[in-house]
T-cell receptor
Framework: KAGVTQTPRYLIKTRGQQVTLSCSPISGHRSVSWYQQTPGQGLQFLFEYFSETQRNKGNFPGRFSGRQFSNSRSEMNVSTLELGDSALYLC???????????FGPGTRLTVT | DAKTTQPTSMDCAEGRAANLPCNHSTISGNEYVYWYRQIHSQGPQYIIHGLKNNETNEMASLIITEDRKSSTLILPHATLRDTAVYYCIVRVHNTGTASKLTFGTGTRLQVTL
């Protein structure tokens, strides 16, 4: 079974631009969560989607948004990029009721 | 979710057992202990979880004290590939709601020759 995939793996953007990151969960997993990892703040929860509905959201500004499609693939969008948005963005998927989450390799975003 | 306390870093010789402690003195009765690890530049990897009984799988063993206020993750024969940051997370297991994980700073385990 293929693991969680994230595209692109690396991205360089300029301040003020917007970016869209993609995540394909493990086949059969309907829950997709997004996390941001920075050296200063560590791993922080962004939001979670289940069956195309956002069911939990972390403490991030409205510039961070996401969605999930009917095939469970998910995208997250960051608008009006700031230097502080430079981070590793991780996606995790899980099946309903499962204890474990499976993480993808992440997208490393650099904002200049 | 209960707060956890872990040592910042630990060293272990290859082939020896690595014992990683975690303190979770405010854990509630329905909260599980989870362990994840993150190898450099990769996504976190689930290792094991437990409620009150000791657990073992192909990766590690989890020992939870009787009062559940602390636990130890044991890697029985550490290898260089086990060098990673290990996160202890305590949370309720929700079967139908959010899967949010709250990561602390973890323990950086360095396995050496």
């Amino acid at each position: 079974k293929a693991g969680v995939t994230q595209t692109p793996r690396y991205l360089i953007k300029t301040r003020g631009q917007q970016v869209t990151l993609s995540c394909s969960p493990i086949s059969g997993h309907r829950s997709v969560s997004w996390y941001q990892q920075t050296p200063g703040q560590g791993l922080q929860f962004l939001f979670e989607y289940f069956s195309e509905t956002q069911r939990n959201k972390g403490n991030f500004p409205g510039r961070f948004s996401g969605r999930q499609f009917s095939n469970s693939r998910s995208e997250m969008n960051v608008s009006t990029l700031e230097l502080g948005d430079s981070a590793l963005y991780l996606c995790a998927s899980s099946s309903q009721g499962a204890y474990e989450q499976y993480f993808g390799p992440g997208t490393r975003l650099t904002v200049t | 979710d209960a707060k956890t306390t872990q040592p910042t870093s630990m060293d272990c010789a290859e082939g020896r057992a690595a014992n990683l402690p975690c303190n979770h003195s405010t854990i509630s009765g329905n909260e599980y202990v989870y362990w994840y690890r993150q190898i450099h530049s990769q996504g976190p990897q689930y290792i094991i979880h437990g409620l009150k009984n000791n657990e073992t799988n192909e990766m590690a063993s989890l020992i939870i004290t009787e009062d559940r206020k602390s636990s130890t993750l044991i890697l029985p024969h550490a290898t260089l590939r086990d060098t990673a940051v290990y996160y202890c997370i305590v949370r309720v297991h929700n079967t139908g709601t959010a899967s949010k994980l709250t990561f602390g700073t973890g323990t950086r385990l360095q396995v050496t020759l």
